[in-house]
């Protein structure tokens, strides 16, 4: 069963926008990493939040973890068009060696 | 290499026969996954290497997969007697790893592979 699920599973906005996603989870982790798709293939990773963080920065991404919540927020400021993808929550667990990844969810940014 | 690099790219299979999957990992990375996603799907996790350590292989979905990884670089994942429901596309994933999950994971650009 899949740790993070991704809500909402298709987001469209418009190039200038801010995006967000959101990431639940049920058990207790380690920390909680996002990872972008484009086009079906390799994910790339785009940041990592631990378990005693709240809110992280790189770029114009900011995330946020609230773990009496379960839950995790991936915002995109100021969209561009490169930024449409599948964006995926994963989250490490202190008794497991791999990753848990959601479903994900469909970001169109359109120009 | 700079990243980590997975062959074929394409993988076109008659149901039945045999496939293997090659993964190429970032050099230095002890950890290795292999996941596989469906289309429109997450990712299901299949198995994991670390270094040295007997391999975890609880989320291969059959005893027709299986997967070595020799002198602690390059992996193989094998598909015996393929049937249409492995029609996935096969992600391999290396990190530096020490028992735990916290670092970031780079994967490879993925094997489509089709049964038909």
């Known amino acids: 069963s899949q740790q993070g699920e991704e809500d909402p599973q298709a987001l469209s906005i418009q190039e200038g926008e801010n995006a967000t996603m959101n990431c639940s989870y049920k058990t207790s982790i380690n920390n909680l990493q996002w990872y972008r798709q484009n086009s079906g293939r390799g994910l790339v990773h785009l940041i990592l939040?631990?378990?005693?963080?709240r809110e992280k920065h790189s770029g114009r991404l900011r995330v946020t973890l609230d773990t009496s919540k379960k839950s995790s927020s991936l915002l995109i400021t100021a969209s561009r068009a490169a930024d449409t993808a599948s964006y995926f929550c994963?989250?490490?667990?202190?008794?497991?060696?791999?990753?848990?990844f959601g479903s994900g969810t469909q970001l169109t940014v359109l120009p | 290499g700079a990243g980590v690099s997975q062959s074929p790219s394409n993988k076109v299979t008659e149901k039945g026969k045999d496939v293997e999957l090659r993964c190429d990992p970032i050099?230095?990375?002890?950890?290795l996954y292999w996941y596989r996603q469906s289309l429109g799907q997450g990712l299901e996790f299949l198995i994991y290497?670390?270094?040295?350590?007997?391999?975890?292989k609880s989320g291969l979905p059959s005893d027709r997969f299986s997967a070595e990884r020799t002198g602690g670089s390059v992996s193989t994942l094998t598909i015996q007697r393929t049937q249409q429901e492995d029609s996935a596309v096969y992600l391999c994933?290396?990190?530096?790893?020490?028992?735990?999950?916290?670092?970031?994971?780079?994967f490879g650009s993925g094997t489509r592979l089709t049964v038909v």
């Open positions: 290497f670390q270094g040295n350590s007997a391999p975890d």
């Open positions: 939040i631990r378990s005693n963080e």
């Open positions: 994963a989250t490490g667990r202190g008794s497991a060696r791999q990753l848990t």
């Open positions: 050099s230095g990375h002890t950890a």
């Open positions: 994933a290396s990190s530096l790893a020490f028992g735990q999950t916290n670092y970031g994971y780079t």
